[in-house]
């Protein structure tokens, strides 16, 4: 049997906030890994893994900001630098 537990005002509130911190982290980090990809381009990076690497290293997200999203989803931060590293890619290729 399930039983339902309602959520305060608090809670929910407190869920919102870190989930725009969330949106909030997670724009920041595509909008480094699009003013930096010239530069992984430029060094050779062509591989998922390896432009994942290079973005976790010299797109720092700070500490701060972490802690106050809390328990981060698995492989969010990974993922979405390889989504914006692949649709970077996609608009380079020729056609």
Partial sequence: MLAAVPWSASAVSAQTAQDEQLRHV?????????THAPAAQAIGIQTIG???????????????????IGALPPGIIRGTIAREWTALADMARPR
Avoid: G, H
């Avoid at 724009?27 to 480094?32: D, G, P, V």
């Avoid at 690497?53 to 106050?68: K, S």
């Fill in 26 to 34: 997670i724009s920041n980090l595509k909008a480094c890994v699009r």
């Fill in 50 to 68: 390896d432009a994942v690497n290079y973005f976790v290293e010299v797109c720092n997200i700070p500490m701060p900001d972490l802690a106050r």
